[in-house]
């Protein structure tokens, strides 16, 4: 079958047709629009042609995708992009339309092929080779963090994911706000007055803990409002931080804004780097923090609790771990 990127087709009017649908999907969270679209532009760049004419080019496109990244995962969310604008790209008449039909079968192919490949090696709870390289036991993660200057964002930024169970990118927009004597004491009517998504509520009374509320995140469909009491050592940390330098977010630029998700994203990674003179990512914090845990002393409850405090599942958690080569069970 000949791919639709040797046919003519017609150029988008106005902006690209393939991003306008994702962006306008009121169905999708302001992260899956900011990660599909990203995605999209580095595809539209790399091979030269719109996203609305290579997401009907599968062909093209998959070969293109194979040569530049030779991580599944990577693969994996590039084709995931490509999928999820061809769903919502409108499909217009005659041979076009029949073009679409083809497109978007062999991307639900290429997405299924991908899914079962991922799926094997997380089975075999074995990192990938970027990860291997990457990791770093998470007793040296708290090694690091406290030798970082006290007050500092990048000493608050390891205090966020290591004293308590590490999330993913969730922490780039998080306001700061001031709530009466103790933060537990937080109606759900109160965190709905609340507009910004994401919050971290700092009590008048010193000695009660903040709370961290989360609406906006990755599984937010499945998991709905995550909302947590802090510790009084990371209380304390983010007390200390805000007496260093006065703001309005958790984290923000040098000009006082809040992070986007991908800038947050590459200065924790830089951070890290710094620290670990490693390619270390907040993955892989994820990852370090549940192989160090003693899975033979918890409970069902225990994992159930920890899976949702990193908000995902048990069986997402279970392939978290990583199991040293040659110590599979014998049957």
Not at 70 to 77: D, S, V
Not at 108 to 125: F, V, W
Not at 243 to 249: G, H
Request: hydrophobic fraction near 40%; include cysteine.
């Amino acid at each position: 079958m000949r791919d639709a990127g040797a046919q003519p087709l017609a150029e988008p009017q106005g902006s690209d047709q393939a991003l306008k649908a994702i962006l306008e999907d009121p169905r999708l969270s302001q992260m899956s629009k900011h990660a599909y679209v990203q995605r999209l532009k580095v595809a539209s760049a790399g091979m030269q042609m719109p996203a609305s004419r290579l997401i009907l080019a599968p062909q093209t496109a998959l070969a293109w995708i194979e040569r530049r990244y030779k991580e599944l995962a990577t693969r994996r969310n590039m084709v995931t992009a490509c999928l999820a604008a061809l769903r919502r790209m409108p499909a217009r008449g005659g041979s076009l339309l029949q073009i679409h039909k083809r497109a978007l079968g062999t991307w639900l192919k290429a997405s299924k092929a991908l899914e079962d490949l991922q799926q094997a090696r997380l089975k075999e709870n074995q990192p990938s080779d970027r990860q291997r390289r990457a990791y770093v036991p998470f007793q040296d993660v708290i090694l690091a963090r406290e030798v970082l200057p006290r007050g500092s964002p990048e000493r608050l930024m390891m205090c966020m994911y290591s004293m308590i169970a590490p999330v993913r990118c969730d922490y780039n927009r998080v306001l700061l706000v001031q709530c009466a004597k103790s933060a537990a004491e937080l109606s759900d009517e109160q965190v709905q007055q609340i507009r910004e998504s994401n919050f971290i509520c700092i009590p008048g009374d010193a000695q009660q803990p903040a709370i961290l509320v989360l609406r906006a995140y990755k599984t937010s469909k499945q998991y709905g409002v995550w909302r947590r009491l802090l510790p009084m050592d990371l209380t304390a940390e983010i007390r200390r931080s805000l007496r260093a330098r006065p703001r309005k977010w958790l984290f923000q630029t040098e000009k006082g804004n809040p992070y986007t998700a991908k800038a947050f994203s590459s200065w924790c990674c830089g951070v890290l780097m710094k620290c670990f003179r490693k390619p270390v990512t907040l993955t892989i914090l994820r990852h370090s923090y549940l192989n160090s845990l003693d899975f033979n002393r918890l409970r069902i409850s225990d994992r159930e609790s920890i899976a949702a405090a990193m908000q995902h599942s048990v069986a997402t958690q279970a392939t978290y771990r990583w199991v040293p080569k040659g110590r599979s069970a014998s049957y």
